[in-house]
């Protein structure tokens, strides 16, 4: 009783706090609430109540009453516009009506008395999270599924989802909008990849190439490993219409990269990565062709593989490579051998490649007499040229001269 109480003196305590909403529903509109849903989740907060049926049905009256004058649209769109303070008092106050609120913003939905747009939305789903119960999370994935249409809250309701349970993820993984589909995938990258997994990651990869690849390199081993390497050549293959390609973009840091080159990093990292052979991969990347090549040949002699070594040298070369001409000069520090240091050197004297980019990265200040690297850097901690080929060319020098000073102390 004295639960039933405190629930009556709630409703009480909102009723005066937002005042009452008028009904702006027309007659014809129906205003049916599943009255029995809502009994029984009544009776579940206060079992040991015992009341008149009359009784119940005028307090269940009044607490859908309250529900509904708090969930009204132009007062939730109010919200939006109001300081988070006082959206905050809202949303808490729904939330403590808990599964009795999901009930009736759920049939606000189904009956179509309000869709998804900002306000209303937004708010809704905020109270959805707050409860966090099995009731508001199905509605929210509901939502984040567009059961309910496309509006400005289905992203929203899919990260809120992920929020309260991150193992919704994998739920996400049906969507057909492709940003909440990339929240989902968002959920499981790093985990092991099984076979059940491995199916929905292939029913998805056209919807996000790049994405499903990356997973399938960080969570696959075996065979379905190579499998993850077949899907990668994939999406290399399937490469966007850039407009221009080769055009230097800065990132939101500053640092300048082309198009093509921040595309072709990021698979050259999966296919270091991958848990499959090297011969899986030598095989697999043989269709390849141009740039895309490139990243096959630099991936295998990041990953140690000796017998790509023309080929990466051969790319220090390439005056129209950009920046995987350091990346081979990386390269050459894991599979390079004392024979490489004259050229290795001669990168770090003359190669003329400026990018701009972190302070940290700049080579020394060069001498007035140095006409070729004509920017001078700029002061610490400030943004401004870097020498990416000399950078790493500097640090594949160290790294075969510690591996001989090794040899050396060991013979």
């Not at 002699?301 to 950009?322: F, H, I």
């Amino acid at each position: 009783m004295t639960r039933l109480i405190t629930i009556c003196l709630l409703a009480v305590f909102f009723i005066a706090t937002w005042g009452c909403v008028p009904n702006t529903q027309s007659p014809d509109q129906s205003q049916e609430t599943p009255t029995g849903t809502i009994n029984a989740l009544v009776e579940e907060t206060v079992p040991d109540a015992v009341l008149p049926e009359s009784s119940q049905d005028a307090h269940i009256d009044e607490l859908i009453g309250t529900i509904k004058a708090m969930l009204d649209r132009n007062r939730l769109d109010i919200l939006w516009r109001l300081p988070e303070s006082e959206r905050d008092r809202a949303v808490a106050g729904l939330a403590q009506h808990g599964d009795v609120a999901v009930v009736e913003i759920e049939r606000q939905l189904v009956d179509g008395e309000a869709d998804l747009d900002y306000g209303w939305g937004h708010n809704v789903v905020r109270v959805l999270e707050a409860i966090n119960s099995k009731h508001s999370r199905t509605l929210l994935r509901r939502i984040a599924l567009g059961e309910f249409g496309e509006g400005n809250n289905v992203l929203w309701a899919a990260r809120r989802l992920i929020a309260c349970d991150r193992s919704e993820g994998l739920n996400l993984l049906t969507a057909t909008n492709p940003e909440v589909l990339d929240i989902g995938l968002g959920t499981i990258w790093g985990q092991p990849i099984d076979e059940n997994l491995m199916v929905l990651l292939r029913n998805n990869f056209d919807m996000s190439p790049g994405r499903v690849a990356s997973i399938m390199a960080e969570g696959t081993s075996g065979e379905l490993a190579k499998e993850a390497v077949e899907f990668i050549v994939k999406a290399m293959n399937a490469a966007p219409d850039f407009q221009n390609f080769d055009a230097i973009v800065p990132d939101r840091h500053g640092i300048e990269t082309t198009q093509g080159e921040r595309y072709y990093q990021g698979y050259r990292n999966m296919l270091v990565s991958v848990r499959a052979e090297d011969t899986v991969i030598h095989y697999l990347t043989a269709t390849l062709q141009g740039r895309a090549k490139d990243v096959a040949i630099l991936a295998l002699a990041q990953r140690g593989d000796k017998s790509v070594r023309d080929e990466v040298v051969r790319l220090t070369q390439d005056a129209e490579a950009g920046l995987f001409r350091a990346w081979a000069a990386s390269a050459l520090g894991e599979i390079g051998t004392q024979d490489d240091l004259p050229l290795l050197r001669t990168l770090v004297d003359n190669d003329h490649l400026v990018r701009m980019g972190s302070a940290s990265l700049l080579p020394p200040r060069p001498s007035r007499s140095d006409q070729s690297s004509p920017l001078p850097p700029p002061p610490p901690g400030a943004r401004g040229p870097t020498y990416p080929v000399r950078e790493a060319a500097k640090d594949a020098i160290r790294m075969i001269e510690a591996r001989a000073n090794k040899g050396e102390s060991t013979e």
